[in-house]
């Protein structure tokens, strides 16, 4: 029987003690695991296949590594769960800044809700809990129609205009979606199992094209798409054009030393990243 290492994971998140379920816990937890655990798809450029089962997302961030949304989300709530919270899985789907209209839960978006946790603001008790973004929220939302203000980002929840009884989350104008749509009712880790291998493996998927990095912390975002790194929102960019800078800014910048990756492999990914970004110049 599969089991979590619930302090190991708390460790990851330097959090000692997070205490019984409550709206500020789940807050500090959501905080620490952007500033800790990276949005990274490292693994498909590596040609390290991974599951997206929760457990196995869970091993992954215990050993030092991230993943995308249904690595991250997936995890966090096992560890959700496993310290009482009440979670949920729903299907989701992110519209991107190049789709002109919302593409509906298509399921290419793992997202979470937890319940029960009632406050002065939010007195129904529901939150919006993502992980799995990169420049996503920095706290749960109040899973309720609004504006929300999050540091430097201005996000907008509000019922689903294409998913009957769903959320829409429209994201800030400077990230690097428009927003998602979700469903109200709950989803299982077999509807995001084709979407993870389109994701993984597909010749046209993004994911398989380009090495996308990203963390979140109170005062914006960092992003490394490729050679470029940069900094949201108005934060500027660099292109890093030796491998030793493009490794050095994993490791400081988000955290990723890569100790289980060799010589050879760094080498033949990093190879593989230039290629990437001299057909984005070309284009």
């Known amino acids: 029987m599969l089991e979590l290492d619930v302090t190991g994971y708390l460790n990851r998140l330097g959090i000692v003690d997070p205490g019984p379920p409550s709206a500020d816990g789940l807050a500090a937890l959501q905080r620490a695991h ?4 990276p949005y990274e798809n490292l693994h498909i450029h ?13 091993a992954r961030i215990l050993a030092g590594r991230g993943g995308y949304c249904y690595h991250l989300n997936g995890a966090f709530s096992l ?12 299907r ?18 793992l997202a979470l809700s937890v319940h029960g946790l009632p406050t002065r603001g939010n007195p129904d008790g529901m939150w919006l809990v993502d992980v799995g973004l990169g420049d996503g929220p920095y706290e749960p939302l109040p899973l309720r129609t609004g504006e929300i203000i999050d540091g430097p980002f201005r996000y907008r929840l509000e019922p689903s205009g294409v998913e009957f009884l769903g959320w829409r989350f429209n994201h800030d104008p400077a990230a690097s979606i428009t927003g998602f749509d979700m469903r109200a009712d709950t989803a299982v880790q ?14 046209e998927s993004p994911y398989a094209r380009t090495v996308v990095v990203q963390r979140r912390d109170s005062t914006g975002a960092d992003l490394l798409r490729g050679q470029v790194l940069s900094r949201s929102p108005a934060g500027g960019q660099r292109e890093l054009t030796s491998q ?8 400081d910048v988000f955290g990723l030393a890569l100790s ?8 033949a990914l990093w190879r593989r990243v230039c290629a990437a970004h001299e057909a984005w110049q070309a284009a």
């Open 34 to 37: 952007v500033e800790r655990v």
């Open 46 to 58: 590596l040609g390290t296949p991974t599951t997206i089962n929760p457990y196995d997302s869970a």
């Open 79 to 90: 560890l959700l769960s496993a310290l009482g919270y009440s979670v949920r899985w729903h």
């Open 92 to 109: 989701a789907g992110v519209q991107s800044r190049n789709e002109p209209k919302p593409v509906g839960a298509n399921g290419n978006h």
């Open 190 to 203: 077999g509807d995001f199992e084709r979407p993870h291998e389109w994701k993984s493996t597909a010749p």
């Open 244 to 251: 030793a800078e493009w490794y050095e800014a994993l490791a």
């Open 260 to 267: 289980d990756v060799g010589a050879y492999e760094r080498e």
